[in-house]
């Protein structure tokens, strides 16, 4: 007895010994050609990929038509990946529900009953739930099916056959667009107006050597399914259609309303009584989801972000119905739309890239005018395919009725044969000159045939055959003949989506906005009086209204007053430190004062050794005077001292052991500078020769032998120095000529006029 092995084969033996690197690549280029010929990017000849194709093919399989019933999604889903597309049926019906939604194809290909998801991003029902069939559209994209016009190609196992494409003549890869990312490159295309398609087309077939500034003036852009506003101009839209790329700024469309003259604009303002009024939102830019949008919009709110918004509310019905109620009637309707604009998904931008796959499944970014000359080229060949398969039809059945008409004409000796011979075929085809197929057609005829008006009809059809032969065959000759036949299906097939239908009305105007408003964030902020405090110990706080700057405010034990000043809450406060660094906080966003406020240090990243020596309001254009310790210095513009981030913004340069000691503010009358040392020399300079920087160490203001700098301040020569009187009188004293310590930058200076303070202060 022989043994038998049975012996697992050792799995090792399969392995192939081959470089990793050209594996790899091999099998990822066959990966990369599939998803981009077979998956993610349109044919331009029908606007479908794969699986869109798959489905309507199954749904007319399955004789989903506009006039028929309903049949469930399932049903559908199971067909597809059953005999065409053998992939998850969770993407096959994903595909599907956005063939059916109005808000993501301008001209739906099909119609859905049951939930099918909505503008807020909510799912679509489950596929045992909904039910679908077939739209007008989709039926007009597939018409010629059956008249020979496209190849068929077998499907994934051998069992059936689907078309390779649609020979229809609705242009639905502009109509529709398309979007997918495939590997190494993607595709994004808008829908676009059916109208202005089929114009711009039958442009084209009447002067194929328009410019593309010709097509423009008919093909506007896109037209998408949820409205909105194209604020680009018509130079940048006609940029991106002229080289298949390009990004257009789309915008959502305020309601219309009603101006104070009684005209009607879309300005989205709704007036209510009192004065009050508010913004109405009725068309959202494409692909936005409105749930986002409104969220977007109450994280702005709770951010105070967008300080000039109270509320936002959806009011939607069917339409779309978005309210933003403004903080006050005050607040600047238009300041409001730009803000909305700026800083949420009101305004996005769609990418066009009209990257399509040709007749030879080659992709490419193809320009308007060369992709409307394509899809020509294709319908012409199509209208060709059809007319070549018609006249097939056509001389079939004229050699079919030539036997019918001898039949009749030797009637009685037809049914002789056919009654006395055994094999009547050959004898008749013999005696008849009879091919195959007639003697066959004759045998089949039915009794109830055998009648003499027969004949007339016979004859009638032929004639009609003949006629329609003669104008085919012209047809097929006369390329003329095949642009002119196009055009005038091109105008039958526009009537079904012109203008004045609910389907073809455009819904996306192209409107070029106006310049963008400049405006900053103070702009939004409501303005009203606030006093600012700051407390030894850097705690800050803004109590509302001006109270008196002598008032006695309370403080943490320990703590007390350092600095109090009059603001509006528009205002920007300049801090300045020891260090050299200056620091900008919005009086809007100071804490209450109904405690002791909060740490400085929590709002800013100031260093913990670092002392605040200066607390400014922000004025534009103005200069402030910034001196060290040691005496050096410089003039600084305010616009350079203000930082955009909590680290703040270095200005002075210090060495270690040289503190920032002076800031303050250089009004424009002035014309010198004054700099007393701790050695109690007084000297005085023009201004001019006080050197203007954003940043550096300055400048030498006063030399000293002893000690460094007590103070500086400005002056305007003429009226002198002035100085506070000690003592509770609160009397100023004024020396009013100083010409005597007037000297050059950089001096040692002299003793200062009798009566100047004892701490070497100007105030």
Request: net charge negative; with cysteine.
């Amino acid at each position: 007895m022989t043994d038998i092995d049975t012996t697992e084969p050792d799995p090792f033996d399969a392995i192939v010994d081959a470089p990793f690197d050209s594996a790899l690549s091999e099998r990822y280029l066959v990966y990369a050609l599939s998803t981009i010929t077979a998956r993610s990017l349109p044919d331009l000849r029908d606007g479908l990929k794969p699986v869109h194709r798959r489905l309507l093919w199954a749904m007319r399989q399955l004789k989903l038509d506009p006039g028929q019933a309903f049949k469930k999604s399932a049903r559908v889903v199971g067909d597809v990946i059953g005999k065409y597309h053998p992939h998850g049926d969770a993407s096959v019906y994903d595909a599907m529900v956005r063939l059916a939604q109005d808000f993501s194809l301008r001209y739906p290909l099909v119609e859905g009953q049951g939930n099918f998801g909505n503008i807020d991003g909510d799912n679509a029902a489950a596929y045992r739930y909904t039910e679908a069939r077939l739209t007008k559209t989709a039926i007009q994209l597939m018409a010629g099916l059956d008249e020979g016009t496209v190849n068929f190609i077998p499907t994934y196992n051998g069992e059936e056959e689907e078309p390779e494409i649609f020979p229809g003549l609705f242009p639905n890869l502009l109509a529709n667009g398309s979007s997918g990312i495939a590997v190494g490159m993607a595709t994004n295309i808008p829908s676009h107006n059916v109208a202005e398609i089929i114009d711009a087309t039958l442009l084209l077939i009447d002067n194929p050597h328009a410019e593309h500034e010709q097509l423009m003036e008919l093909f506007h852009g896109p037209d998408f399914p949820t409205g909105g506003i194209v604020v680009d101009s018509p130079a940048v839209i006609s940029a991106a259609y002229a080289s298949g790329k390009g990004a257009l700024r789309v915008r959502g469309r305020f309601s219309i309303g009603r101006n104070p003259d009684g005209s009607w604009e879309e300005t989205g303002i709704e007036k209510l009584g009192g004065g009050q009024w508010q913004l109405v939102i009725s068309e959202i830019p494409y692909m936005l989801q409105k749930g986002k949008l409104i969220e977007q919009v109450a994280q702005l709110i709770a951010d105070k972000k967008l300080p000039i918004l109270e509320d936002v509310r959806d009011e939607s019905d069917e339409q779309i119905r978005l309210v933003f109620v403004p903080k006050s009637r005050n607040v600047d309707p238009e300041l409001l739309k730009e803000s909305l604009y700026r800083l949420t998904d009101l305004e996005g931008r769609f990418g066009l890239n009209l990257n399509v796959l040709d007749e030879t499944r080659t992709p490419g970014v193809l320009s308007l005018k060369l992709m409307l000359q394509e899809w020509v080229k294709s319908q012409i060949d199509i209208l060709v395919r059809r007319s070549q398969h018609r006249l097939e039809k056509i001389a079939n059945r004229l050699e079919l009725l030539g036997g019918y008409i001898i039949a009749y004409l030797n009637l009685d000796r037809i049914i002789e044969i056919i009654r006395t011979e055994d094999e009547p075929k050959p004898v008749m085809m013999a005696e008849f000159e009879l091919t195959d197929r007639q003697a066959e057609a004759i045998l089949n005829m039915r009794l109830r045939s055998l009648r003499k008006l027969e004949e007339m009809e016979l004859r009638r059809e032929r004639d009609d055959l003949l006629a329609e032969q003669e104008e085919l065959q012209k047809l097929l000759d006369s390329p003329a003949r095949q642009r002119t036949r196009l055009k005038r299906d091109l105008a039958n097939l526009r009537k079904d989506y012109a203008e004045d239908t609910a389907l073809g009305r455009r819904r996306t105007t192209i409107a070029e906005a106006a310049p963008t408003v400049e405006f900053s964030m103070d702009a939004m902020i409501e303005k009203a009086p606030v006093t600012v405090i700051l407390s030894a110990k850097g705690w800050v706080r803004g109590a509302s209204g001006h109270e008196p700057l002598d008032k006695e405010f309370k403080f943490k034990e320990g703590d007390g007053p350092a600095f109090a000043l009059h603001a509006q809450t528009t205002d920007k406060l300049l801090i300045a430190c020891d260090n050299g660094r200056f620091y900008t906080l919005g009086c809007d966003k100071l804490p209450s004062a109904r405690g002791f406020g909060e740490p400085v240090r929590t709002m800013l990243d100031i260093d913990a050794d670092a002392q605040i020596i200066a607390l400014l309001i922000y004025k534009p254009k103005a200069q402030l005077l910034l001196a060290s310790s040691v005496g050096r210095g410089f003039a600084a513009e305010t616009d350079e001292l203000l930082a955009e981030t909590r680290k703040g913004r270095g200005v002075m340069t210090t060495k270690p052991g040289v503190k920032l000691a002076v800031v303050r503010e250089i009004p424009p009358e002035h014309d010198h500078v004054a700099v007393v040392g701790d050695n109690r020399k007084l000297v005085l300079f023009s201004l001019e020769e006080l050197p203007v920087l954003a940043k550096g160490q300055g400048v030498a203001l006063q030399r000293y032998r002893d000690g460094g700098l007590a103070d500086a301040t400005t002056l305007k020569l003429e009226d002198g120095l002035s100085w506070k009187m000690g003592g509770e009188s609160g009397r100023t004293r004024t020396e009013s000529d100083m010409r005597m310590w007037k000297v050059a930058r950089g001096a040692a200076g002299r003793m200062p006029p009798t009566g100047f303070p004892r701490d070497n202060k100007f105030d």
